[in-house]
């Protein structure tokens, strides 16, 4: 499977970015397909991730209320709205996809197995 991320950009606070992670072939509904970020410095962390098939999804603590992933799956793509970005949001995101189902795999890096280049969202007045 191959991910294309697009959408990040250079945004001010309080603004917002939607962020698009296309699959080049349909992801079987028990996968997951989330977003890590990471910032200069830092470890990659995870972000938000969705299983394939709707039926459940996750957001870390520092985004939760602020993001929203969401997924069409006629066309293979993920989502990351986000909102009320402010200066800790910096980073680049990758959008990933998790050959498990297990759901207390979701917020782990180990479970995915394909990832996307990334790209950098930057938060900055």
């Known amino acids: 499977v191959q991910l294309q991320a697009s959408g990040g950009g250079l945004v001010q606070p309080g603004g917002s970015l939607r962020l698009s992670c296309a699959a080049s072939?349909?992801?079987?509904?028990?996968?997951?397909m989330g977003w890590f970020r990471q910032a200069p410095g830092k470890e990659r962390e995870f972000v938000a991730a969705v299983r394939w098939s709707g039926a459940s999804s996750g957001y870390a603590d520092s985004v939760k209320g602020r993001f929203t992933i969401s997924r069409d799956t006629a066309k293979n793509t993920v989502y990351l709205q986000m909102n009320s970005l402010n200066a800790e949001d910096t980073a680049v995101y990758y959008c990933?996809?998790?050959?498990?189902?297990?759901?207390?795999?979701?917020?782990?890096?180990?479970?995915?197995?394909?990832w996307g280049q990334g790209t950098l969202v930057t938060v900055s007045s």
């Open positions: 990933a996809v998790a050959t498990s189902a297990i759901l207390s795999s979701m917020r782990s890096s180990s479970a995915y197995r394909y």
């Open positions: 072939e349909s992801i079987f509904s028990n996968y997951f």
